[in-house]
C-alpha cells in the first residue's frame, strides 16, 4: 500500500468538507512536498495569448478562497484557477454539502459558492509571487439583484491579478443561475462582461481572456444557442463543463440521492461527448478546457482528442493524490514520444467525430 493510500484512508474518516480544509492547511505549511513535472516542450500550448507549460490544470472550486494558487502550481499544474468569487461573502448552502461516492469515485457538492468575497480573494492574489497562471473564476451571490453586475464587478475588481477569467453561470447549486445559459440572458451578459474587459484593457494596456463556463446537461437546443452567441461574442474560450445533475450508471445509489452536482469519473463520458459536439459547432479557431473525470493521461488524451486545447482536474484528485498532475504530465510526453508525436496539438480533434456521436444518457 502506498504512502498515499495510507493517507487517503484516514483521509476518508473525515467528512469531505473537513478534509478539503485539512488538504488546504497542508499546502500552506508545505507538509504536501511539490511534485514539480517535466518540462516539456511538446506539452506547451499557447492559446487565448497565454502560453501554458503543460495543458493540465487545476479546476476552480479547489482553491475557493486564492489561499494556495502557488502551492498548486507546484503540484505540476500548468495553470490553476481560483474561485468561484462573488461579489460579497456568503457562506453557501446548509452542511453537509459535499458526498464522495467511494465505489464510482465521484463527489457530488452542493456547496453554492461558499466564499469570502472578492476582498479578500483580491489581497492574497496581489501578493502573489508567482510568474504561473492564475485563471479567477467568476460568479454572482445568491442574493444578487442584478446578477449581471457581480460578473461585471469581478472583470473590473480582479483585472490587475488575473491572466484570464472564468465566467461560472453553470453550476446547479445557484438556483436559477443556470437560467443565464438562456440566450437571450446569455447575450445580455456576454455583452456587459466583455465591454467591461474592453474598457479595463484599454487602462491596463494589456487584454486579459475571459471564459465561459457551460453545463453538461444541455440539450442540443441549448448548445445550439450557446454556440450561436458564443460565436457572436468576441469570447476567448469556453470550458466544458461543470458537474452534472445526472446520476445515470452510479452504483452508491444511497449517495446519489443527494441533491446537487456530480463530479469524478462518472462525468467523463457525458462532459467529453458535450465537449466534442460543442466542438463541431465552434469549429477549429475557439478554445476549449474540457473538464470532468480526467483521471490519467489516456482521460486527458481523450479530451485533447475529442477537442480540447487544455484540460482540467479537481474530483479526481480526491481518489488519486496530489500527485494527479504530474502523473498526467509524465503520461503525455511517454504517449508522445512512442507514438513519435511532436506537439501535444497534433492530437487534437482526432476523435471529435466519434465521441460527438455518444448518447448522452
Known sequence: MSLFDLAKNAIFLLDPETAHGASIAALKSGLIPSCTAMADPRLRVDVAGLSFPNPVGLAAGYDKNAEVPEAILRLGFGFTEVGTLT??????????????LVEDEAV???????NEGHEAALARLKALETS???GVN?????????????YVAGIRRFYGVARYFTANISSPNTPGLRDLQARDSLKALLS????????????????????LKIAPDLTEEGMDDITAEVLAHPLDGLIVSNTTLSR??????RQAGEAGGLSGKPLFRRSTAVLARIRKRVGPQLPIIGVGG???ADTALEKIRAGADLVQVY??????????????????????????????????????DRWAAETLD
Not at 460579497?88 to 446548509?94: A, E, L, W
Not at 445568491?142 to 457581480?150: F, G, H, L, V
Open 87 to 100: 461579489p460579497k461573502p456568503q457562506s453557501g448552502n446548509p452542511k453537509p454539502r459535499i458526498f464522495r
Open 294 to 296: 480526467v483521471s490519467s
Open 132 to 134: 504561473g497562471i492564475v
Open 108 to 114: 457530488i457538492n452542493r456547496l453554492g459558492f461558499n
Open 192 to 211: 456587459a462582461v466583455l465591454a467591461a474587459r474592453d474598457e479595463e484593457a484599454q487602462k491596463a494596456g494589456r487584454k486579459v481572456p475571459v471564459f
Open 315 to 352: 474530483s479526481c484528485m480526491v481518489y488519486k493524490g496530489p500527485g494527479l498532475a504530474a502523473e498526467i504530465v509524465r503520461g503525455l510526453s511517454a504517449c508522445l514520444q512512442r507514438d513519435g508525436i511532436a506537439h501535444i496539438g497534433a492530437l487534437r480533434d482526432s476523435a471529435v
Open 138 to 150: 467568476i460568479g454572482a451571490n445568491k442574493d444578487s439583484e442584478d446578477r449581471i453586475a457581480d
Open 248 to 253: 445515470n450508471g452510479l452504483r452508491d445509489t
